[in-house]
């Protein structure tokens, strides 16, 4: 309200609709991009490929052309070096008041040529008076977004630009230096108060690049801070439950029970988790592993590790069925020997559950399995050491601490995840959980061969689902359900299903979705996992996690409705066998362009890693599978993690450099920074609560 051209109303619109409540708001409002006005052209330099261009001159005349709809206000315009038509649809008699003939211009907009009257005209063109013109309006001119409402409230991005360029004006400080200057120093970065003036009025591109990198650098810097911080308070103050044995739980299943021999990446995966288990320290630990690269086995060996050191562990699966798979796992590997493995899930109720819940309390159960269940209050361990979570993106943060409270000391926590997260996300999302990465299949895999099919062309579909069957493979079939009550998907999935028993009479078709019971669900994908029906169709309830090895072909349809990540998990479901297996993508014909490229990337590529990186630049990580849960409140004003993965990495290493200098947060030189930190804590998410 104290910034002339803001009345009482006008606060109270910037205020509600654009959170611009004090100066320093504003300050922060950056344009999203600038147009450069540092040039006028002659008219005779006009070419048909232009963007947008200033030009110098005056108004003939006027004239209304055109009739009906059509009709429109042409004014001559002149800079003395040729003709331009400057056209309005609307607001004549408005233009005519208020731009004069023979009165000095700036016309600002982008030329577009018509050959019926030889001339470039520019629709809508903005016009300044060329004798009142700001260095804004001169230099590179800002633009700044403007919500909806805002917008039909009359807030223009010249609106903002008037205000920012008034504030700029009557301030008489500087925007305060939120870093030490010896820091600001140390990198050559822009000071906080160049960088912001020239944020929105750039001298030139090289000025407002280094201001950009300053500020991105700033934001990304004290994120990477917060999150060492957070570790190594938490490394000070929590002491891990000390697991150096190595017993005979372990070894016996490893010479006696293990089926195959572990890839090279499974046995060092579990060398670096045994290691934080030995070292005093609690094992907070992030396996990233592509679908189907063996974690399962892997999490099995390091809970074993646990038993041998007489603790309790447990695991927990996103989903009932799930769950059930890794109990049966559990149990077929551990054949005989004397682990006990129970499962708690929703379904466990009545005298079971009684059961389990008192074996566990008594300290009888040594691996539970089981869904969200195993994290309510009323279950009690008596010595819980050791809790995976198995494709951590279906678990909320505040569920994941819970599982700290479960015992004395925090047990050591392990969290599993096919969804590849590409460094510099994982970085910041999970920046205080150590990782590993299992980069390794098990041997005798064959590539997915992954092909792209018209829904129009079903028959050479049905012809290769018929031979793969006869070959004795089983296939799936899946539709999206976005929402699980959404009547058109069900009726694609109900109309498919039809058509697949008409099509395949001599097969038997199991039909599985979210809507069903979950025993009902159960039976029927029981029946698809025994080899009873050869074909299985279902949402999307698949997606994670159950293995049926001798499934050999994925058919996604409407596949342009799903993400890259998830097509690559509803990929996984296939190749786990030793047959050639195949990924059938079915799309409608008419794509966009994006889709076209996310159905390219996935038949080109097997390799996670490499689509979670494409996902991350097509969606943003706002969008990004898991990231909505993983409780980093992302409203990252300036950087951007898909595309500023550089400064990341930087800002992770002058973050290290500040905690190695000052561990004890004592150094008067480096108060400010902690000062600041604590400051923009105030209004983040509260990081102890990341498990
Ligand atoms: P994911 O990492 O997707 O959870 P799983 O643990 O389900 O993968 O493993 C996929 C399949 O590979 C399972 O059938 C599992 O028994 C098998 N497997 C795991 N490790 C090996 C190995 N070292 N050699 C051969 N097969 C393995
Ligand atoms: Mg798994």
Redesign the pocket.
Known sequence: MYLPGVGPKRAKLLGEEMGLHTFGDLLEYFPFKHLDRTRIYYIHELSGDMPFVQLKGRILSYEVEGKGRKQRLVGHFTDGHGFVDLVWFNGAKWVRDTYREEKEYIVFGKPVYFSGTGRFSISHPEMDDASTLTLSTMGMQPYYSIPVKASKKGISSRTIEKLTNVLFRQMSGRVPETLPQWLVDKYMLMGRDEAVRTMHYPQSADALSRATYRLKLEELFYIQLNILKFTADRQKEVHGIPCPRVGTHFMDFYHNHLP????GA?QRVIKEMHADMKSGRQMNRLLQ?????????VALLVMLLGIDNGLQTCIMAPTEILAEQHLE?FRNFLGDMPVRVELLTGMVRGKRRKAVLEALAAGEVDVLVGTHAVIEDNVEFKNLGLVVI?EQHRFGVAQRARLWRKNVVPPHVLV?T?TPIPRTLAMTLYGDLDVSV?NEL???RKPIVTVHHYDDHRFTLYDGMRQQIMLGRQVYVVYPLITESEKLDMKNLEDGYDTLCQVFPDFKISKVHGRMKAAEKDAEMQRFASGETQILVATTVIEV?V?V?NASVMVIENAERFGLAQLHQLR?RVG?GADQSYCILVTKHDLSAETKKRIAIMTETNDGFEIAEADLKFRGPGDLEGTQQSGTAFELRVANLARDGQIVQQARDMAREVIDADPNQNNPDYALLWQRLSDLGKDTQDWSSIS
Do not use: E, Y
């Open positions: 195959f021999t572990l890839t499974q592993g592509d679908v189907g690269s063996g974690k399962t086995l796992t198995d599993m096919a299992i098990p041997p005798g996690g293995n090895p996984g786990r």
